[in-house]
């Protein structure tokens, strides 16, 4: 009888004394709830984070661009319904990546490379200024009839999807110079050769620092990276010191404080709006240096002027916001399903956090001035659906994204 029942509770005698012992009962995965836009918590999360940014970013794009488009005999909505016409194709685009599989990514990798060097070809070739015409001394987009695009903002959704993709295949190999790394080198340095002669320099460094991120999660040794950073400064150096950069860097370090047209003058102006803010700002719609004092207020000083009517505060909550995104984003990349996924989810959570925070460092006075847009808040249509498409590929990832880790572990090995 006795043995009858321990067999029936899984026990059995142990030792001399006849002790019971508990059968240990084979791991099971966690379970994870659906969401419907994947497994656990992290994708509803990220797109409600996205979705408070977007809806942010036309308040602010409203109370910062209203000035201007009137002064232009234009609607005081004229940017915010552009830009609002993104938001709507920027969310298809994301829904599509979403529920793309990212095999297809994988495969797909190579065709966004070589589409995107064709357009960024047509935008610095010097018989294609009728559709690619230069404005304020650069060739940085294709203007049709109707349509308006910024290839440099889709190299980044190509060259973060191309780098991961090539970097699973070469995963065994990453960790050498020769036939680790140069091969990601000759595809940025296409790329960046390319924005550079738009002229694009920021975001030329954006992409090639967005690459340098996910090798070497992947595996790449930095020990290589600050090798090549030397050789290389010979020939950066004459690059950001020539024409108007060299003025901004010069400004920037030595006297910043100066009041010099095209050198410090957008970053003196930038200061003063985020230091007239105090703690809570000077109210919604009430800030002064959109009066024609701080140019680009809404785009590449949108964080100013946020700084300004939100104050302190409100700054904090934009950047608790990008850093939740940026720390949910490495959360997926750590229960991705596979290698693939965990580089395209670093490297989402890398193209946001660097182009964030670089904005906000050119708006506290940090960084010279560039031309990156705040994610998801600045005004620039092509800008916001790469981003978008980067939140898309993320979600996709966190929802294939296995129910436990030994799932993850069972098949990797």
């Known amino acids: ?72 005999d234009l609607p005081h909505y004229h940017y915010v319904a552009r830009q609002g016409t993104g938001v709507v194709l920027g969310l298809a685009v994301m829904l599509a990546f979403r529920s793309l599989p990212t095999g297809w990514l994988a495969r797909l990798a190579p065709h966004m490379m070589i589409g995107t060097l064709l357009l960024l ?135 910043p404080g100066v009041v010099a047209e095209g050198s410090s003058f957008q970053s003196y102006q930038s200061l003063v709006a985020i230091g007239s803010g105090g703690v809570t700002g000077v109210g919604f719609g009430a800030g002064r240096q959109k009066f024609g004092f701080l140019p680009e207020a809404h785009n590449d000083f949108i964080f100013a002027m946020i700084g300004e009517e939100w104050g302190f505060a409100g700054a904090l909550v934009l950047i608790l916001c990008y850093l939740a995104l940026i720390a949910i984003a490495f959360r997926v990349a750590r229960r991705a399903r596979d290698f693939f996924g965990e580089l395209l989810a670093v490297g989402v959570a890398s193209l946001i956090g660097l182009q964030a925070f670089i904005h906000i460092g050119v708006g506290l006075g940090v960084f010279p001035a560039t031309g990156l847009s705040l994610p998801f808040v600045s005004f620039g249509r092509t800008n916001l659906i790469a981003m978008l498409a980067a939140v898309g590929i993320l979600l996709a990832v966190a929802r294939e994204a296995p129910e436990g880790r030994s799932e993850r572990a069972s098949v990797e090995g």
């Open 121 to 255: 070809a047509v935008v610095v070739l010097p018989f294609t200024e009728a559709i690619a015409p230069e404005v304020n001394g650069a060739r940085r987009w294709i203007r049709v009839p109707g349509v308006t695009v910024q290839p440099s903002d889709l190299a980044k959704v190509a060259v973060l999807v191309w780098t991961a993709a090539l970097a699973t295949r070469k995963r065994h190999l990453i960790g050498r110079l020769g036939r680790g790394l140069a091969p990601f080198l000759v595809g940025w340095g296409a790329i960046a050769a390319l924005i550079l002669l738009e002229p694009d320099t920021s975001t030329a460094c954006l992409i090639v620092a967005l690459g340098i991120v996910i090798v070497f999660a992947a595996g790449a040794r930095i020990g290589h990276f600050v090798l090549l950073g030397v050789a290389a400064l010979p020939l950066m150096v004459p690059v950001l010191k020539a024409g108007y950069r060299g003025a901004r860097w010069e400004a920037l370090f030595l006297d």
């Open 1 to 72: 009888m006795s043995r009858t029942f321990a067999g029936a509770w899984g026990r059995r005698p142990r030792g001399k004394r006849g002790a019971w012992a508990v059968d240990v009962a084979k791991h099971v995965p966690r379970s994870l709830p659906e969401t419907g836009l994947g497994r656990g918590w992290e994708a509803a999360m990220i797109m409600a984070i996205t979705v408070a940014l977007l809806l942010f970013g036309l308040l602010s794009l409203h109370s910062a661009s209203s000035v201007m488009a009137e002064r232009g």
